[in-house]
């Protein structure tokens, strides 16, 4: 596998396909690496972009596929039954690392351990745009952005009338996608409302590993809507609100190998938005609210597979976030200045109640909340070809206290033709509710993670219709959080008690010939954990390091080769390749998840100016493959609809 990979990544680098323009331009404008627009030749920062074009060339996938081929990321789940509970991984950071971005607003749920918010949530009919920061960006962006953001911009209006998108498919595990948008603006007013329902009747979430043919599928609902109002109070005040409902029902399993029948979820996400843009001679004034609210419900009644300690479950699980920032962004003729600062409030209740062969059990609830405050700023100076950016962020935690971050970008631009960078930062992760509050393990003691990211690059704009990148990347983290139990005295408590590194390397490249382009890109990471604990969480004599990648392969390389047949036509093949991967074992040697090669096909038909047909074949070659031990992922399987815009 390992000798595949390099004779591949040999002969072809890259990054993500677009039909005819490739989105790696050093100078498109991206939002997210600044906080407000700003091209890539005049950063050092390193962004990749999914745009709406590649969106609807991709008719067929969910967000978690398209996040899954992008340089440098790793979405564990992807390919697994709707509703798996998705981890997304820049450069090899584990759960919790990455952040997500809503139009710029970070979201969280703060009922999961993790902090993690679920990506279920969202449906790629209202995507307009994606962009992946990667590195330490706590500077501009605060806790748990430790090795990146994900940056999710929705669909708005952008014509002045009235404009109506839909999408209507169906396909395997008699899948059916029914979505349907509106929008329009003018001088004053603009305004988009977006709903998406999506049904599945599934497959089986755990693996029948002695094929008994009695696990049953497990299906999946979701209803998914949004709506934006804007008005422009005169030439320079702008305000807009937003609101956002999403829930979807699942059918779970007992474990891995292990069938259930009587196990669901339901999962609820609202959130009410506010937003307010003024615009000064030079300079612009930001001011953001948003509130977010996710709830779960579990229910069990195990009359499938009963056990002495439950024969009925229920348990709710709800996380509360309050975000609002103020900043404003400064523009003169060789310096920018960014200023500002947010605030943070997170709180949760969480709920179990079971019942079995040893009667009730009705823990006390789970309740916990913390803020945070943050000021932050960043400085930018421009010379000719030469760029530096230098910010800072002072965090002060309701639980902690204070900890600083800091970022540093030089650039330097050839020519227009190539970039050469290197970048500093110190990033960090607060603990999560859960480790603070715990009835078993919390602990109140617990300090932010801490971490230093470097990177270091070169970027070439174009030669010959060829572009590349290539950037090499280093994390260090102390004060990791980690779960130890003693086992004599049964004790188990969260501890700030681990040393993590990552480090590795990322190479795209694109080719475009005629109405052909090939892209492909590939990346290395490698890793180690040091503590003085074990996997249990046991204690040890003394510090001892291991493999920190579970899951994560150290190989992982993807292809894409699109055609323009003509003005109707156009064609894609997708190559997906990881290398083998450990899988954590609870009191056990790791277990190793085979590497595994993927093929898409894709294809499309305009029958009309703004509509067209799609078919999106997907694994063809019915590949068995797992990225969760004892789960199932999708083997052959397709898509097909029709979308439009009126």
């Not at 999506?198 to 693996?207: H, I, N, Q, R, V």
């Not at 050469?420 to 603990?431: D, E, M, Q, T, V």
């Not at 009309?608 to 199932?632: E, M, T, V």
């Amino acid at each position: 596998m390992k000798k595949q990979f390099f004779v591949v990544a040999a002969l072809i680098f890259g990054s993500q396909l677009q039909a005819q323009k490739d989105t790696t331009s050093l100078d498109e404008v991206v939002l997210t690496a600044n906080k407000y627009p700003k091209k890539q030749s005049e950063t050092g920062k390193v962004v990749s972009v999914i745009n709406r074009q590649q969106l609807e060339k991709n008719g067929g996938k969910t967000l978690s596929e398209l996040l899954n081929t992008v340089v440098g990321t790793t979405l564990i789940g992807a390919n697994n039954n709707p509703g798996t509970n998705l981890t997304a991984s820049i450069r090899g950071a584990s759960a919790g690392n990455v952040l997500i971005l809503l139009d710029g607003i970070p979201v969280n749920d703060p009922s999961v351990i993790t902090n993690y918010f679920d990506l279920n949530f969202i449906s790629t009919d209202q995507i307009e745009r994606i962009e992946i920061l990667k590195g330490g960006q706590s500077t501009l962006y605060g806790s748990d952005a430790v090795m990146g953001v994900i940056n999710i911009i929705s669909r708005k209006a952008t014509a002045n009338k009235m404009n109506v998108n839909g999408n209507f498919s169906g396909g395997s595990y008699n899948t059916l996608k029914q979505s349907l948008g509106i929008g329009g603006k003018n001088s004053t007013v603009d305004y988009s409302l977006n709903y998406t329902h999506l049904s599945s009747d599934g497959f089986s979430t755990a693996t029948d590993k002695n094929k008994t043919g009695s696990f049953d599928n497990d299906n999946y609902g979701q209803h998914v809507a949004n709506g934006r109002f804007g008005f422009a109070a005169g030439k320079k005040l702008k305000i807009s609100l937003s609101g956002t409902y999403s829930n979807y029902n699942t059918e779970l399993d007992a474990s891995a190998f292990n069938d259930e029948r009587d196990y669901s979820v339901r999962n609820i996400n609202k959130q009410a938005g506010l937003g307010i843009f003024y615009t000064l001679n030079k300079g612009t004034i930001h001011a953001n609210y948003n509130f977010n609210r996710a709830e779960r419900d579990y229910l069990n009644d195990s009359l499938h597979k009963p056990n002495p300690y439950s024969v009925y479950q229920k348990s709710n699980y709800i996380g509360r976030t309050h975000f609002a920032e103020l900043y404003s962004a400064w523009k003169f003729t060789e310096w920018e200045l960014l200023i500002g600062g947010d605030y943070r409030f997170h709180n949760t209740n969480q709920t179990y109640w079971s019942t079995g062969s040893f009667g009730p059990y009705n823990p006390a609830p789970l309740i916990g909340k913390m803020d945070q405050i943050s000021p932050y700023t960043s400085i930018i100076y421009n010379k000719k070809d030469f760029n530096v950016e230098l910010g800072s962020r002072l965090n002060f935690h309701s639980e902690y206290g204070t900890n600083v971050t800091f970022s540093f970008n030089p650039s330097y631009l050839i020519k227009n033709k190539a970039k050469i960078f290197a970048n500093l930062y110190s990033s960090f992760k607060a603990p999560t509710l859960y480790q603070l509050f715990d009835e078993f393990a919390g602990n109140t003691d617990l300090t932010a993670e801490k971490g230093i990211v470097g990177e270091v690059g070169t970027e070439i704009l174009s030669i010959k219709s060829f572009k590349t990148r290539i950037v090499g990347f280093y994390r260090n983290t102390k004060d990791a959080i980690v779960y130890t139990s003693n086992p004599s005295t049964f004790v188990s408590k969260y501890l700030n008690a681990a040393k993590q590194t990552n480090y590795g390397v990322e190479i795209e490249a694109s080719y475009t010939i005629g109405q052909l382009n090939i892209a492909s890109n590939y990346t290395y990471t490698n890793g180690e954990t040091s503590a003085a604990f074990d996997g249990t969480g046991a204690p040890l004599t003394k510090d001892t390091s291991y493999f920190n990648l579970y899951r994560i392969p150290k190989h992982a390389f993807n292809l894409t080769a699109g055609f323009q047949l003509s003005n109707a036509f156009f064609v894609s093949m997708q190559v997906h390749s990881v290398s083998k991967r450990d899988e954590y074992v609870y009191a056990g040697a790791p277990e190793i998840l085979k590497g595994y090669t993927t093929i898409d096909l894709y294809g499309e038909y305009k029958f009309a100016k703004k509509a067209k047909l799609f078919l999106d074949l997907k694994n063809i070659s019915n590949k068995l493959y797992f990225d969760f031990l004892g789960y199932n992922t999708r083997r052959f399987n397709f898509t097909t609809g029709v979308s439009f815009q009126l």
